[in-house]
């Protein structure tokens, strides 16, 4: 295992075969931390009494930031995911925009964001933060890519994420840097780093294109590992891809990858 990172992976990804039982077990096995997705879809006494550590997990299950009914839905859903995430030990609660629906195509699509709704977000993301305070739990925002997977997600490129978060600046709200989104978007992710690095809480990665693990696509994982290790991160990194074969084989170019 890397010495230098916390290494997870998003289990909703790998064997999609196999029970979630089987999955999270694995990936303990093999020395990684869990990443899931939305909790009511799992039976949470399983994953309590799994051993595994949880290294992020969706953090609401509905609503938005730009506007007063979707935070509203966005912070209730938020609270009962704190308990929920408190329960398995989940180290963050992960944000969008907006909520995405089948395909991770948002519920409510936007194509302009007025200065209002920039305004609004910060101010949703300001009692996120009093939640998180409140909860003792941790909240990240993540960027996610216009082109490929997310078409109308308000607030989706990492400058947008980068903006609003250190804008609030407050330890219970982060940023979880997903590279594979901001190849697409944006590219220059070495400088993408290391702009984001005072308020990074994970870094989320998978090659371009195919969305699958490091060594499958164009992004140089290993230059990006050095790049973080020499600008001192030293924070959880999680494989958010598919496998191109055997998921073990792909964990294993994952963990390479990041072993500096």
Request: glycine content about 12%; aromatic content about 6%; overall charge negative.
């Amino acid at each position: 295992m890397s010495d230098t990172f916390i290494l997870a992976a998003c289990a909703e990804m790998l064997w999609r075969d196999r029970p979630m039982e089987f999955r999270v077990k694995r990936l303990t096995e093999m020395g990684f931390q869990v990443g899931l997705w939305n909790w009511p879809e799992h039976d949470l006494a399983m994953l309590e009494s799994s051993g595994a550590t949880f290294s992020i997990m969706n953090g609401y299950l509905r609503g938005r930031l730009p506007d007063d009914d979707g935070a509203a839905e966005l912070l209730k859903t938020a609270k009962e995911t704190a308990a929920v995430g408190k329960r398995l030990g989940v180290a963050r609660l992960n944000l969008h925009g907006t909520g995405l629906g089948e395909g991770g195509l948002p519920v409510a699509p936007c194509e302009t964001v007025t200065g209002a709704m920039w305004l609004k977000a910060r101010d949703t993301l300001n009692r996120v933060a009093d939640l998180a305070e409140a909860e003792g739990v941790t909240f990240t925002l993540e960027n996610l890519n216009l082109p490929v997977d997310h078409p109308g997600v308000p607030f989706a490129r990492a400058e947008d994420t980068l903006a609003l978060v250190s804008s609030v600046n407050r330890p219970g709200l982060r940023l979880n840097l997903d590279l594979y989104h901001a190849q697409i978007g944006e590219g220059n992710l070495i400088e993408l780093c290391r702009a984001c690095l005072p308020w990074i809480g994970e870094v989320q990665v998978a090659d371009v294109p195919g969305r699958m693990e490091p060594g499958t696509g164009e992004i140089n994982y290993r230059g990006i590992a050095h790049a973080l290790k020499g600008m001192g991160y030293r924070g959880p990194v999680g494989m958010e891809a598919f496998a191109s074969g055997d998921p073990e084989v792909a964990l294993d170019a994952f963990r390479n990858a990041f072993t500096v």
